[in-house]
Every structure is written in C-alpha cells, then in structure tokens.
C-alpha cells in the first residue's frame, strides 16, 4: 500500500481545522478582539485579556487559535489583526460583521445537516436546527417568529441588497425604461435604486402581501410613492399585473435560486406575457458556472438552499437560464459578471412577439 504524501495529509488536516476556523472568527468578533486590536495594536496578552474580561485561560485559548488560523498576527508580545480581520472592527452594523454574524445564528449549525439533507432531499438543518422547538413551518415563519434571528436575517439581506444593486445600477441602463416590473423585489432596495438614478422610471413591485407593505412604506418614506409602488401577490399563482402603460422590463434579482426549474420556467413565461414587445428580461443571480465546478460562493449558496431555504430551489447556470427563457421565446442579449458573487443575464421579447 502507498503511503499518502506529506502534503496529501496535510491538505487533509487543513479541510478538518475548518470546522474551528469560524467560531475563532466569530467569537473574536462577539468579543471585539478586532476592534482593540484596530485600536491599539500590538496588545499583549496580558492586556488583551484584561480588556476583554477573560480570564487567562481562555485567553490563551482564543489567541492560540485566532493566531494558528491566520485571523491575527503576533510579532514578539503583541498582536494585531491582519488586513481581512481589519475589516471587522469598528462598526457591527457593518457588511462583514452582518455576515459573520448571520453565518454563526443561520448557517453553522444548519450546515451540519447537510448529509441528512441531500440523502433525504429535504430541509434537514432548517426542520431539526433552526425550527426545533418553534411552532413555525418554514423559515419565514421563524422569522416572523424569532425577533433576533428576524434582525440578523434582515441585516444580512439589507446589505446583501445594497450591494446587488449598487452593481446593478453600474451595469444596466434603465434610462431607456419607462416601467418595470420587479419579481420578488423585497422590500424595495432595487426599485428605489432605479428610481433615484433614473427620474422618470416608473417601477413595480411584486412580493408577498406583509413584504409589499413593508416596501411601500420604504418607498413612501424615500417620496418616491408617485413612480414606485409594491403589490401584495403570490407570484408563482396570480398573473402579473397589466398596468395602463406595458411593462418594458421585468426583472429578477436574486430570487429565481429559490424556485425548481420548472417554476422558473413558468415565472418566464408569465415575464413574456407580461412584456411589450421589445421589453426586456433582466436577471441577476448567484449563478455556477456553465463548466458547474464553482464558483465557491455558487457552492455556499447550493448548500444552503439545499439544508435551509427551498424544498425546491437550486443554485442555476447562466446556461440553464438561457434555454428557459429562450423557451417561452425570449431572445438572448448578453451576459455580464459586474461583481464578486452574481451574473446578470438580459433577453428580448422580439417585436413581433
């Protein structure tokens, strides 16, 4: 028998230290260990545990591990944080403080169901993590239900939104619009986005009836109510809305991953009725690959839909995208990949559709 190579081993043993990797992170977060670091770097042991309130056992802990796993750096006594820990100090409303923090209350845990997930094709670390011992059903119940895991989710998606449209609103010229529709548009990040970018869009939301009072509340505190509206639907049952003037664009930011192929398919096809011709498809996604190899972000995401969010849903190809709605007779424009996470598909509806 061939003995394995050093390095073999070692990749191994670095795959099994993951599973101690977060909680190092986050616990060095919920104890503000960055923050004092960013503020006065080069600390001591000593110092950092007396700052922190632990005692020196656990000191010892916490450092030795923030310190194998890369998270800070020591030089001689004192410790700092390196250039990615950087960016968890100071502000915990912040992007990746919100991450961390959505990742140790919603995922951890959940993920090491995943097993149980895939061989069983069900929600395993939604039913027997997050909704052990709760009344709810389904994770938006929970949400209803839980307050703090309502915020963290909240927070997450907040920011998760900001930055899909910042690339968005860089990527796709809506100037030419004059209505779109916006499928599953939450509660109004994007909508609103077009809005103030361009002064004569009009916008329409689609989402469930509590998320589309919480969006035109947003909308009416950005006093954009007079272009921009949000209507409470179910979107995979009810027909969209026909509006006075034709809808020119419909758009689906992050939300067809949620969803089988087959209602995909279907929400394409309610799109192509709802068109003019000529209007427009835009879609933004967490997509895979066309080679389905990664990225690593696509993987992250198929495993959660697959433990936690849908029965149904999958992390899609840009390829998959574009025979479904080349299907309901759309044609294809372009492709662009704007950010560090997402691709954003566009088609037509041909004029004489």
């Known amino acids: 028998m061939t003995e394995p190579s050093a390095t073999a081993l070692d990749e191994l043993w670095q795959l099994v230290y993951t599973s101690f990797r977060f909680p190092f ?17 080069g600390s001591t042991l000593d110092e950092i545990t007396r700052e922190l309130g632990l005692e020196e056992r656990p000191g010892h802990v916490l450092l030795l591990g923030c310190s194998a796993f890369g998270l800070v750096r020591k030089e001689g006594d004192g410790y700092h944080n390196t250039a990615a820990t950087d960016l968890l100090a100071g502000d915990p409303d912040g992007f990746m403080p919100v991450i961390v923090r959505y990742t140790h209350e919603m995922l951890y845990r959940p993920m090491s169901w995943l097993y149980e997930s895939l061989v069983d094709n069900e929600n395993q670390g939604l039913h027997r993590e997050l909704l052990a ?59 609103i986005g077009f809005a103030e970018r361009w002064p004569r869009l009009q916008a329409t939301i689609l989402e469930l009836p509590n998320v589309a009072a919480m969006a035109n509340d947003r909308i009416a505190e950005a006093g954009l109510s007079d272009r921009v509206r949000a209507i409470g639907t179910d979107v995979m049952n009810d027909a969209f809305p026909t509006p006075d003037t034709s809808h020119d664009c419909v758009v689906f930011s992050r939300f067809l991953e949620i969803w089988s192929p087959e209602q995909v398919r279907d929400l394409f096809a309610k799109s192509y009725r709802a068109l003019e011709p000529g209007g427009h498809l835009v879609i933004v996604a967490c997509a895979q690959n ?8 696509a993987a992250f995401m198929s495993a959660y839909v697959q433990t936690v969010a849908s029965p149904e849903g999958r992390i899609y190809t840009p390829r998959e995208f574009e025979q479904w709605y080349t299907e309901a007779g759309f044609e294809p424009l372009d492709r662009q990949y704007p950010g560090r996470f997402d691709v954003i598909l566009r088609a037509r509806k041909p004029l004489a559709g």
Do not use: C, I
Request: proline content about 2%; aromatic content about 8%; cysteine-free.
């Open 290 to 297: 066309d080679e389905e190899t990664g990225p690593a972000h």
């Open 133 to 191: 011992g709760s009344s709810a059903t389904t994770l938006y119940e929970l949400l209803a239900e839980d307050k703090n895991l309502e915020q963290v989710f909240t927070a997450m998606m907040e920011h998760q939104s900001r930055s899909v449209v910042e690339d968005f609103v860089d990527s796709v010229d809506f100037s030419s619009y004059h209505h779109v529709l916006d499928v599953g548009g939450g509660t109004g990040t994007n909508a």
């Open 25 to 41: 992170l986050h616990a060095a977060l919920r104890l503000k260990l960055f923050t004092l670091l960013k503020e006065r770097p």
